[in-house]
């Protein structure tokens, strides 16, 4: 396993403040909120792309994910999604991260499908995924897996295990792992107070079957990216994420297979 963590646990901070806390706390990588905030985002000119591919770089870092905000089915017309989704990609790979997070945002995995199979050719072509997180109105393995499915463009999608969203909605670490199968491309982490009350806390104080989901990815082979999803961005009141990092870096050193 290799560990990330997310700029969404920095709001405020600026792409060099997120390397450092990456670089000093053990990280091989970082995954960029994608947000007009961060300075990360499509609107990015061909300059600003090279500089935060190459501070990255600088910093040993690798871009491990691009957080984006794209709701696959999300309900409306298709294009608008499309053309959306097609700018994060092309962003992923000038910054050379493996792959675009999208939520579900609607609960018909036909027309996830439908989009996911419309940009297959473009990220092929880019090299990069389309990962689609337990989240939302699709927060269990056994809804993503279906939306996956559907789509059948297993060389060009992914899923990511968010490990709070699918416990809390009644689905355990073990069923989703099974529903994820050979999609899991990503995990993020955390931990949080319940599963009615999501504030973030650190690793092991929380609600979150850590042990127990990193038991499963270690039986399993899982050697992909974790990331450390600590979302200070939506709860400020909590501790910084540097903090934080070293629990992540435990619970990976701990499970790693």
Known sequence: MKLAVSTLGMPGEGLDRAIEIAAGGGCQGLELRLHQDTGVHSGLDAAGRRSVRERVERAG?????????????????????IEALTADLQLAADLGAPGVRVFPRGDDPAVGARRL????????????????ETHDLMATGAAVAGLLAEAACPETTGAIWDLLHPWRHGESPADTLAALGPYLTYVQV?????????????????SVPLDESGELLRGAGYDGWVSLEW??????????????????????????P
Do not use: H, N
């Open 190 to 206: 955390k931990d949080a107070v319940s599963a009615e009350d999501t504030t973030p806390v650190p690793m092991w104080t929380g």
């Open 117 to 132: 199979k419309a940009v297959s050719g473009t990220a092929s072509a880019l090299g990069t995924l389309v990962l689609v």
């Open 231 to 256: 979302e200070r961005t939506w709860y400020p009141q909590v501790a910084p994420v540097g903090e934080i990092v070293p629990g992540a870096a435990d619970w990976v050193r701990r499970f790693a």
């Open 61 to 81: 870092l690798e871009i491990s994910a691009l957080a984006g905000y794209v709701g696959i089915c999300e309900p409306g017309a298709d294009e608008p999604v």
